[in-house]
């Protein structure tokens, strides 16, 4: 995944002045000044960091909504928590979203000219993260997404939910998005339907660190959301959803992939997935118990993002992720992402890991449509995890594979 520069340097002294000025006047912060303020963040926001890192981690609970809400509820001072989230959680967050966002404009992916208006609807939307994630990313890599649209946001509480409305609000506002919201305060039951069958229909349907708290096994779940997207997805609309990129979350939206890849068929709509594997191919990290598939993107971080990272001992210059982009088409591949025609899909492979160099060669691992593999490669190119080569030749086992030739690289 390759974020343009100007994505990754959005995120600088202008941002901060506009987060810390909407969190005064949302009573978040006392001043101006608190926000870099030594003392300040060390007292009120770096414990409720520290915390909630570990939560959503899961070091002390298998389930983050076990470990989250107690918390949330018990702790003695809510408002700080909220605080530290919004300031620290909400930002990152929000740019990995718009970091996906800007991985389909660079392999083309393009808005359908007839829809002028767009309805999306965000589950588990927090304080409206996604939705903006998707705002900067339209700003910053261009698909074509409307100008006018409505946002539902799908939040269990009622405060984080209040916040994302204005928060929302402002930020459309700031990238120049004319865009409403419509909140809707609702604890979700995965064993119970989504949405009343009188629900309009989306053409964007995002989630963001929402799936990995169902319990379903994968094959109910994917059951259950396609039942959904069969009814409340537009055809050409998309389906995103980004997951933690921990071993056990991630491997449970890789499980997942291949539970909607078996019932696609099955399905009233078609359904295409797009990213990250370019295709509907058997996953090779998933055929092997100990390993998992990521993305990791860097950025800027605010001037106080900095200071939280440094008094509390971490680091988040680098945001590792797991995601699936769906499209709900009849249309191939190629059509959608119109960077990758020309070549076979058997001959495009993705970098999903970094690059070492062992000698003169490039080594990494590749998935494409033979599994995940170890690889070798002489080139002068610069690749990284999420570079595509197209035109792929190669040689070799799943062990240890030789790329003779490629003729070229996203």
Request: hydrophobic letters at 40%.
């Amino acid at each position: 995944m390759k974020v343009p520069v100007s994505l990754a340097d959005a995120f600088k002294e202008e941002f901060q002045a506009l987060i810390s000025q909407f969190a005064v006047d949302q009573g978040l912060l006392p001043d101006l000044e608190a926000i870099t303020n030594e003392r300040f963040v060390n007292r009120s926001i770096v414990p409720h960091v520290l915390k909630l890192s570990t939560l959503f981690n899961r070091l002390e609970k298998e389930s983050q909504e076990e470990g989250l809400n107690p918390y949330w509820k018990e702790t003695s001072n809510p408002q700080n928590l909220r605080m530290a989230y919004f300031l620290y959680f909400m930002p990152s967050n929000l740019f990995r979203i718009a970091a996906i966002w800007s991985e389909l404009a660079r392999l083309g992916y393009r808005w359908p000219e007839n829809q002028k208006i767009f309805r999306g609807i965000e589950w588990g939307s927090g304080p409206a993260t996604g939705a903006c994630g998707i705002a900067a990313g339209e700003t910053h890599a261009k698909i074509g997404l409307p100008e006018q649209g409505n946002w539902a946001l799908i939040e269990q509480d009622k405060a984080v939910l209040n916040l994302g409305e204005k928060w929302g609000e402002t930020y459309f506002r700031n990238q120049g998005k004319d865009w409403g919201i419509r909140p809707f305060h609702r604890k979700i039951d995965f064993s119970k339907p989504l949405l009343p069958p009188s629900a309009p229909t989306f053409h964007i349907w995002l989630s963001s660190y929402f799936l990995n708290e169902s319990e379903l096994p994968s094959e109910e779940l994917a059951q259950k959301l396609l039942q959904h997207w069969d009814k409340h997805v537009e055809n050409e609309g998309l389906i995103i959803i980004s997951e933690p990129a921990l071993k056990l979350q991630s491997r449970k939206l890789l499980a997942l992939r291949a539970a909607l890849i078996e019932k696609f068929p099955e399905a009233k709509g078609t359904y295409q997935i797009l990213l990250p594997c370019l295709g509907h191919q058997a996953c090779g990290a998933l055929a092997n118990p100990t390993d998992w598939c990521h993305e990791e993107v860097t950025w800027w971080r605010p001037p106080y993002f900095r200071k939280i990272d440094a008094a509390a001992g971490l680091d988040r210059k680098t945001l590792p992720f797991s995601y699936l982009v769906i499209a709900k088409s009849k249309k191939s591949r190629e059509e959608l992402l119109p960077a990758l025609q020309g070549f076979q899909s058997n001959q495009t492979e993705r970098l999903v890991s970094p690059v070492h160099w062992e000698g003169k060669d490039q080594e990494f691992y590749i998935c494409g449509q033979k599994g995940k593999r170890k690889a070798r490669l002489r080139t002068e190119e610069e690749l990284g995890r999420g570079s595509i080569l197209q035109g792929v030749q190669m040689r070799g086992d799943v062990q240890a594979t030789r790329i003779d030739h490629y003729k070229k690289s996203k």
